[in-house]
Every structure is written in structure tokens, then in C-alpha cells.
């Protein structure tokens, strides 16, 4: 009866731990204004410049109907900075669709984390790039720099995505008018030098071969050699989904990623 009640308690605390883990796991703030966008717990803005950044996340949240913020820490709870930054979005009241910068002094790392919407705007390839321009200000020691240029490149990617077919072809239209412009003017130069090289003919006889050689040449196939290769059907890539890596949060949510040293 005794071991019939402690293997009872033992499931109910495998099932206990199986819940409160994950959660105990992430010492970090889970209960965030999202309308607040900038939480700076590392303090490397001032007042005016956490000001300024927030109104920046406000304008393009307002632009693209989704979430973006910036999270500065100096203690990631013994996390890696990916997780924190996933986990962070995810276990907060944000947005199903944002872009999100931790800046983890602990580490010395940023990472930008997309999720929903988010994910498939930023991929990873957009990601990179986005890190390299956030990457200067933050070696540097200019921070706020450094969270100036995630947004603004936050803005330059997201507004080439939602850009209509029409009007990138409309924005494309004068290069378009002089390639066409540019082969039109070449082919009249040929035409032109062409006519000048040409002359008048004065004689029938112009017009009559001195002598008419007529050759035959036979091809005669001999045999044929085929070889085929054995095609790797991995080498094909994926189909579907974001372009670039993901990765899956403790919350079991997807996202795109990117991470770099400074």
C-alpha cells in the first residue's frame, strides 16, 4: 500500500516539475507592457534617448501592425541569449507578429528574434544583414546607436516586403526606360555604320559568282556513351516556410534568428 502511494506521489511530482520548470527557469520579467517597447534592464539608455527609441518601435508597430522592442540585460539567468530572447517574446503579452533585439551585456551578444509574421519579413539572411549595421554601434559602446539602426533597418526590410509588385515595377520604371533607351540608340549606331560600308553596285556582273563549289561532308556516328548520376535528394533544399534557419522557443513557437558577438 506504502510503495502504491509513493509511486503516486512520484507521478505527481514528475507531472508538477514537468509544468513549473520551464517557468522557474526564466528568472525574467513576464509581465511587461507591451506598449512599452524598450526595457532597458542593462540602463545603457538615458530617459530621452529611451524616449526617442520608443517612438521609433510605436511608428513602425503602427506601420506594420506588428510588434518590435529592444531588451538590454546584464544577467541572462544562466539562458542563452537566443532562448532569452525567444522566450521573452513569447511569455510576454506581445503581439502574434514582432521583431525583437536583445542586447545581453553578460554575454557580450545581440540577437534579433522574429516571430509569426515576424519570421518569414526577417529571415535569416535579413537578419544578418540587420546585425551588421546594429553590430557598429554596439562595439562602439553607442548603444543607443546600435538600436537606432535595428529599427531603421527593421523598417528598410519590412518595407521592401510589403512592397506591391506595381509599385516595384513602378519605382524600377526609369531604369527600365533607359535599357531601353541605351539598346535602341546602340542598334540605330550599328545600322547606320553598317549602311556606310556598303556600295553601290554598277555591273550585273556584280551580282554573278566567278565560281559555284559545292561540297558534301558526311557525319557518320560510330557509338554513344551515357553516364548518369545518382541525384542526392537532400541536396535539394527545403520547400516552403521561411527562407534561413528557425528555431523553436520552450513555448514550442517558431522563429527566425540571428546572433553575433560584439
Same mark, same amino acid.
Given at each position: 500500500?506504502?510503495?502504491?502511494?509513493?509511486?503516486?506521489?512520484?507521478?505527481?511530482?514528475?507531472?508538477?516539475?514537468?509544468?513549473?520548470?520551464?517557468?522557474?527557469?526564466?528568472?525574467?520579467?513576464? &509581465? /511587461? !507592457?507591451? +506598449?512599452?517597447?524598450? =526595457? #532597458? @534592464?542593462?540602463?545603457?539608455?538615458?530617459?530621452?534617448?529611451?524616449?526617442?527609441?520608443?517612438?521609433?518601435?510605436?511608428?513602425?508597430?503602427?506601420?506594420?501592425?506588428?510588434?518590435?522592442?529592444?531588451?538590454?540585460?546584464?544577467?541572462?539567468?544562466?539562458?542563452? &541569449? /537566443? !532562448?532569452? +530572447?525567444?522566450?521573452? =517574446? #513569447? @511569455?510576454?503579452?506581445?503581439?502574434?507578429?514582432?521583431?525583437?533585439?536583445?542586447?545581453?551585456?553578460?554575454?557580450?551578444?545581440?540577437?534579433?528574434?522574429?516571430?509569426?509574421?515576424?519570421?518569414?519579413?526577417?529571415?535569416?539572411?535579413?537578419?544578418?544583414?540587420?546585425?551588421?549595421?546594429?553590430?557598429?554601434?554596439?562595439? #562602439?559602446?553607442?548603444?543607443?546607436?546600435?538600436?537606432?539602426?535595428?529599427?531603421?533597418?527593421?523598417?528598410?526590410?519590412?518595407?521592401?516586403?510589403?512592397?506591391?509588385?506595381?509599385?516595384?515595377?513602378?519605382?524600377?520604371?526609369?531604369?527600365?526606360?533607359?535599357?531601353?533607351?541605351?539598346?535602341?540608340?546602340?542598334?540605330?549606331?550599328?545600322?547606320?555604320?553598317?549602311?556606310?560600308?556598303?556600295?553601290?553596285?554598277?555591273?550585273?556582273?556584280?551580282?554573278?559568282?566567278?565560281?559555284?563549289?559545292?561540297?558534301?561532308?558526311?557525319?557518320?556516328?560510330?557509338?554513344?556513351?551515357?553516364?548518369?548520376?545518382?541525384?542526392?535528394?537532400?541536396?535539394?533544399?527545403?520547400?516552403?516556410?521561411?527562407?534561413?534557419?528557425?528555431?523553436?522557443?520552450?513555448?514550442?513557437?517558431?522563429?527566425?534568428?540571428?546572433?553575433?558577438?560584439?
Amino acid at each position: 500500500m506504502k510503495k502504491g502511494k509513493f509511486a503516486g506521489a512520484a507521478v505527481l511530482f514528475s507531472w508538477i516539475a514537468l509544468w513549473i520548470l520551464p517557468f522557474s527557469a526564466m528568472a525574467m520579467d513576464l &509581465s /511587461v !507592457d507591451p +506598449a512599452d517597447r524598450i =526595457y #532597458d @534592464y542593462a540602463g545603457l539608455f538615458s530617459e530621452t534617448e529611451r524616449s526617442a527609441l520608443a517612438e521609433q518601435a510605436d511608428a513602425l508597430a503602427e506601420k506594420y501592425q506588428m510588434d518590435y522592442a529592444v531588451v538590454t540585460i546584464d544577467d541572462d539567468e544562466g539562458l542563452s &541569449s /537566443v !532562448d532569452y +530572447a525567444q522566450d521573452f =517574446y #513569447d @511569455y510576454n503579452a506581445f503581439a502574434p507578429d514582432g521583431l525583437l533585439l536583445l542586447i545581453n551585456m553578460d554575454y557580450r551578444e545581440l540577437v534579433i528574434c522574429g516571430t509569426g509574421r515576424g519570421e518569414y519579413i526577417y529571415n535569416e539572411s535579413q537578419i544578418d544583414r540587420m546585425l551588421d549595421e546594429v553590430y557598429e554601434g554596439a562595439a #562602439d559602446g553607442d548603444f543607443y546607436a546600435a538600436a537606432q539602426s535595428f529599427f531603421e533597418e527593421a523598417d528598410r526590410v519590412a518595407a521592401r516586403a510589403t512592397e506591391s509588385a506595381f509599385s516595384r515595377n513602378l519605382r524600377r520604371l526609369p531604369f527600365f526606360l533607359l535599357i531601353a533607351a541605351a539598346a535602341g540608340g546602340i542598334s540605330v549606331a550599328c545600322m547606320a555604320a553598317a549602311n556606310k560600308q556598303r556600295r553601290r553596285a554598277t555591273q550585273a556582273s556584280a551580282y554573278i559568282n566567278e565560281e559555284l563549289r559545292l561540297s558534301v561532308r558526311n557525319d557518320q556516328f560510330l557509338r554513344s556513351a551515357v553516364t548518369r548520376t545518382r541525384r542526392n535528394p537532400d541536396n535539394g533544399g527545403s520547400h516552403g516556410g521561411p527562407r534561413g534557419g528557425s528555431s523553436i522557443g520552450s513555448s514550442g513557437r517558431s522563429h527566425s534568428v540571428g546572433s553575433r558577438r560584439f
